[in-house]
Nanobody, 123 residues
Framework: QVQLVESGGGSVQVGGALRLSCAPS????????MGWFRQPPGKEREFVAA????????FYAASVKGRFTISRDDATNTVYLQMNGLKPEDTAVYYC????????????????WGQGTQVTVSS
């Protein structure tokens, strides 16, 4: 069962911007933190950003801080990732995740995942 669905990926030039969206397609906990990870070709998934249930707390990887902004709509459990100032090293498949049980930075601690959306940054 697909429980999260990402959208908004695409191909942009260096310095461009994209906004990713993620919404539940199945039943997930109604109150849960949500986050974004990414996986460059041939590499492991890495943490990008996370946001608490009330949106009071946000967390970012050092590589994206100041360029990316995570936000959410608690009524629908929709989470967004605004990506500005994109760089070639941002190229990856971006995955949405929900319901961490422990460490936000560890992909294995998250219970729900989307199928991924491709982001390609060209120079």
């Amino acid at each position: 069962q697909v429980q999260l669905v990402e959208s908004g990926g695409g191909s942009v030039q260096v310095g461009g911007a994209l906004r990713l969206s993620c919404a539940p397609s199945g039943r997930i906990p109604s109150r849960t933190p949500m986050g974004w990870f990414r996986q460059p070709p041939g590499k492991e998934r890495e943490f990008v950003a996370a946001i608490s249930s009330s949106a009071a707390n946000t967390f970012y990887a050092a590589s994206v801080k100041g360029r990316f902004t995570i936000s959410r709509d608690d009524a629908t459990n929709t989470v967004y990732l605004q990506m500005n100032g994109l760089k070639p090293e941002d190229t990856a498949v971006y995955y949405c995740a929900a319901d961490p049980e422990g460490n936000y930075y560890n992909p294995a601690d998250w219970g729900y995942w989307g199928q991924g959306t491709q982001v390609t940054v060209s120079s």
